[in-house]
């Protein structure tokens, strides 16, 4: 079975500085990836998925992008924060069924 | 867009009890998954059960079951002799069979009392 691999657990950083949250996926090859914010209390929300290295599709604007440079690494980015991005992001992978990484609690300050 | 709801925010159960989450979701698909994953305190999402929806079979995973209604749109989980370890939140899923997306409801938090 799949293992997802997320990291840091937990990030406080301030306004306006760059973020870089990674994902790295094993037990599967080419496998689809996800990131999810949840916000407190609050369902999964969508934010990136990859089907392939290179291949992101962005589901609701923000303040955030994706990237896929490995076929199982999968990274989140800023290059300014806001404090809007303040949230739980999850990473996933999987076609028929996600599987879920443990998480990144962010706090923006 | 798919919409999945879960209208109870909250339940509580008696340990050994058993309780139900009910979830309802919208969509003009005819082949579709749905899906309840656990969140615990710790945050991670685990899958408790799957079903696809051209089985009109309940899927069971030892004391989780469905009750899925696919005329009503329906899919309720039934979680048989309760135990404090099953105390999470509980979010039900959906997504179509030609789609890579997941689409979750509100989530249901579930109190097992001792």
């Known amino acids: 079975s799949q293992t997802i691999h997320q990291w840091p657990a937990t990030l406080v950083q301030p306004v306006g500085s760059p973020l870089s949250l990674e994902c790295t996926v094993e037990?599967?090859?080419?496998?689809?990836l996800y990131w999810y914010r949840q916000a407190a209390g609050r369902g999964l929300q969508l934010l990136f998925y990859?089907?392939?290295?290179?291949?992101i599709s962005s589901e609701v604007p923000q303040n955030l992008s994706a990237s896929r440079p490995q076929d199982r690494q999968f990274i989140l980015s800023s290059k300014k924060l806001l404090l809007s991005d303040s949230g739980f992001y999850l990473c996933?992978?999987?076609?028929?069924?996600?599987?879920f990484g443990q998480g990144t609690r962010l706090t923006v300050v | 867009a798919q919409t999945v709801t879960q209208s109870q925010p909250e339940m509580s159960v008696q340990e050994a009890e058993t309780v139900t989450l009910s979830c309802t979701y919208d969509?003009?698909?005819?082949?579709?998954?749905l899906f309840w994953y656990k969140q615990p305190p710790s945050r991670q999402m685990i899958l408790v059960i799957r079903?696809?929806?051209?089985?009109?079979q309940n899927a069971t995973e030892n004391r989780f079951s469905v009750n899925f209604q696919k005329a009503a749109k329906s899919f309720s989980l039934k979680i048989s002799d309760s135990q404090l370890g099953d105390a999470a939140m509980y979010f039900c899923?959906?997504?179509?069979?030609?789609?890579?997306?997941?689409?979750f409801g509100a989530g249901t938090t579930v109190t097992v009392r001792a």
């Open positions: 996933a992978s999987g076609v028929a069924e996600a599987f």
């Open positions: 037990g599967t090859s080419n496998p689809n």
């Open positions: 990859s089907v392939g290295i290179g291949q």
């Open positions: 969509t003009s698909e005819s082949d579709y998954y």
């Open positions: 079903q696809e929806a051209y089985k009109q």
């Open positions: 899923a959906y997504r179509r069979a030609n789609d890579y997306k997941l689409s």
